[in-house]
């Protein structure tokens, strides 16, 4: 692959990577409420779901996504209604006790599902595949090329975001800061929801 799309796909990259989203906003979440150990298993499983979507898209399903209205409807009503949850779930959560248990708690297998029903995954996931791999000669090393470039771009982003939450944890735990933290983080999830039906 040249060095100038090389460059082209590192700020895509970047920007689709450390922008707010579903993923970041639920790595922040996680962690501010549970601690980095039990928001890593999340953190661990965008990249794995990146990298599977990543594979499926370049074998073809991205082109049967885009061409089956009726399958991208699916995805993005089925990706809005699971995100509605789990601000639910987010905002009832007043303790760091209560946050501990069943009210917000994703799974690493959850965490790599979330990402197929996650429509801006999706969106950059077809970009990066029309742009640098799809009808290219060399398809094959350069899907070789772009897998660790997204994976490590994923398993960075969500850190730093995992990274924030668990920072804040400790100031979160007086008074009822986490009520409102989790109350904004629900708002966030929900307004990404919002997002995805006109995406």
């Known amino acids: 692959m040249p060095w100038a799309e090389f460059t082209a796909l590192f700020l895509l990259a970047t920007a689709m990577s450390f922008?707010?989203?579903?993923n970041t906003?639920?790595?922040t979440a996680i962690a501010a409420n549970r601690g980095l150990g039990p928001a890593m298993r999340?953190?661990?499983a965008v990249p794995l779901g990146w990298c599977l979507m990543l594979v499926l898209c370049a074998a073809g399903l991205g082109?049967?996504?885009?061409?089956?209205?009726?399958l991208r409807w699916f995805i993005k009503l089925a990706g809005i209604a699971y995100l509605l949850w789990l601000a639910w779930r987010?905002?009832?959560s007043r303790r760091l006790a209560q946050a501990d248990g069943s009210h917000l708690s994703v799974g690493f297998w959850e965490g790599v599902l979330l990402q197929f029903v996650n429509i801006k995954a999706w969106l950059m996931l077809l970009a990066i595949v029309a742009s640098w791999i799809i009808g290219r000669e060399d398809a094959f090393a350069r899907l070789l090329l772009v897998l660790p470039v997204m994976a490590g771009?994923?398993?960075?982003?969500n850190l730093a975001?995992?990274?924030?939450?668990?920072?804040?944890?400790?100031?979160?735990?007086?008074?009822?800061?986490?009520?409102w933290f989790n109350r904004a983080m629900g708002l966030v999830l929900a307004i990404t929801a919002l997002w995805m039906l006109g995406a």
């Open 42 to 44: 999340f953190v661990l």
């Open 19 to 22: 922008t707010p989203g579903p």
């Open 161 to 179: 975001y995992a990274s924030v939450g668990a920072l804040a944890r400790r100031w979160l735990a007086h008074g009822s800061r986490l009520l």
């Open 153 to 157: 771009f994923a398993f960075a982003s």
């Open 25 to 27: 906003s639920l790595a």
């Open 90 to 92: 987010l905002a009832r």
């Open 63 to 70: 082109a049967a996504v885009t061409a089956a209205p009726a």
